[in-house]
Structures are given as structure tokens and as C-alpha cells.
């Protein structure tokens, strides 16, 4: 039974087009996250959410939405896709002794 | 502003060998430290959690300590095997301004047969 899921987990898509990734978690944390990973690997916050509420917004174009109908689940809207948004987005949530535990990750691809 | 590093990049040793990883932080205003093993195609995976309290933890063959004075925390891998070949990074919870995690940029571990 996995703990954060992600889907879907590959998207490919034309510039200018809208997706949306869904998350989640059954470990039933407060705090879930969305983090971007570029071509070099790097992870960078992009959304946190406390119990449905925006915590973080982390300068990400307003492009994206995350959605958080309740704690169990965090979405993330993506409008207007641009050839650098192609990266892996990753959903986490956190325990209360701030563990992380990661989704398996959605790769876009934006032709 | 809180940056992390992680020395070296890349590594390659062969089986049986032990080894040691480093993440260094500017900021040594944090709440925790974690490590996560990360496989291709895949999402991160806790290792350890070390909390700004701790000195050191220690699950399986790995040891991961933190000194939080010099900014620095090392990952040891004892009798590496080439499972655990992966790429393995750190992040610090800030506890300066928003709470959240930074990460660092990560060190591909290969182990040779």
C-alpha cells in the first residue's frame, strides 16, 4: 500500500497546453509538499500546505495552483506549459518528527 | 540564506569498501538533517533523521553524524555493496524564517561488482 502516490507518472505535452498531477498520502500527516527536480537533479521546493492551507509559496510562477481539497491530497495545476517547466515533479508529505516521504514522481515532458 | 553542498559529486569504489559521504551547510540555524537515498526513475527515501539535538544515527550499515558548529554532516556506508549503488542527498530543515527544506545537490554513488 504506497504511502504518497503520484499520477499520473509521465505526462508529454505541447507548449501552451494544461496538465495537472494529483497526490496522495495515506500516512495521514499534516504537511504535504510539491518539489520540482531539473535535468541536474537539483530539488527545489516549490509548495508546502499545512492541514489544506498554502504555507510556502516559493516564487513559482502563478502558472501554478496547488490544490488541496483536504489534507490527505495535494494537486498541482499547471497553465500556459512552457518548455522549462520539463522536469520531475515530486509530492511529499512530512511526519511529526519531520520525516519526508517522497511520491514516486510525475516526469513532464513539454514538446 | 541557507545553501548545502555535498563533496564529492560523483563516486565509484569497489565492493566491500567503506565510505563516506559529506553535506556541508552555511546556516547552522536548522531543526534536522536528513539523508535520502534516491534510485533512477524513482522518489527520494529517508535514511536517516538526525535531529538538531543529536549527534549521530545509526540504521543498518550506515552512520550518519552532525556537527552542527561547523555546518557539516557525513554519511558512512560500511561494506558498501552494489546495492547501494544510488545517488544519496542531504537536506536541512531551516530554522530561519519559513520552516522547509533545502536540499543538497547530491552524491552519485556507484559500487563496482
Known amino acids: 500500500d504506497t504511502a504518497v502516490s503520484q499520477t499520473p507518472k509521465y505526462l508529454v505535452t505541447q507548449m501552451g497546453n494544461d496538465k495537472s498531477i494529483k497526490c496522495e498520502q495515506n500516512l495521514g500527516h499534516d504537511t504535504m509538499y510539491w518539489y520540482k527536480q531539473d535535468s541536474k537533479k537539483f530539488l527545489k521546493i516549490m509548495f508546502s500546505?499545512?492541514?489544506?492551507?498554502?504555507?510556502i509559496n516559493e516564487t513559482v510562477p502563478n502558472r501554478f495552483s496547488p490544490k488541496s481539497p483536504d489534507k490527505a491530497h495535494l494537486n498541482l495545476h499547471i497553465n500556459s506549459l512552457e518548455l522549462g517547466d520539463s522536469a520531475v515533479y515530486f509530492c511529499?508529505?512530512?511526519?511529526?518528527?519531520?520525516?519526508?516521504?517522497f511520491g514516486e514522481g510525475s516526469r513532464l515532458t513539454v514538446l | 540564506k541557507q545553501e548545502v553542498t555535498q563533496i564529492p559529486a560523483a563516486l565509484s569504489v569497489p565492493e566491500g569498501e567503506n565510505l563516506v559521504l559529506n553535506c556541508s551547510f552555511t546556516?547552522?540555524?536548522?531543526?534536522?538533517l536528513q539523508w535520502f537515498r534516491q534510485d533512477p526513475g524513482k522518489g527520494l527515501t529517508s535514511l536517516l533523521l538526525?535531529?538538531?539535538?543529536?549527534r549521530e544515527q545509526t540504521s543498518g550499515r550506515l552512520n550518519a553524524s552532525l556537527d552542527k558548529s561547523s555546518g557539516r554532516s557525513t554519511l558512512y556506508i560500511a561494506a558498501s555493496q552494489p546495492g547501494d549503488s544510488a545517488t544519496y542527498l542531504c537536506a536541512v530543515a531551516v530554522a530561519s524564517g519559513t520552516y522547509k527544506y533545502i536540499f543538497g545537490t547530491g552524491t552519485r554513488l556507484k559500487v563496482l561488482a
Open positions: 500546505y499545512n492541514n489544506k492551507e498554502l504555507i
Open positions: 546556516d547552522s540555524a536548522i531543526y534536522n
Open positions: 538526525i535531529q538538531s539535538s543529536q
Open positions: 511529499a508529505s512530512e511526519g511529526v518528527t519531520g520525516e519526508l516521504f
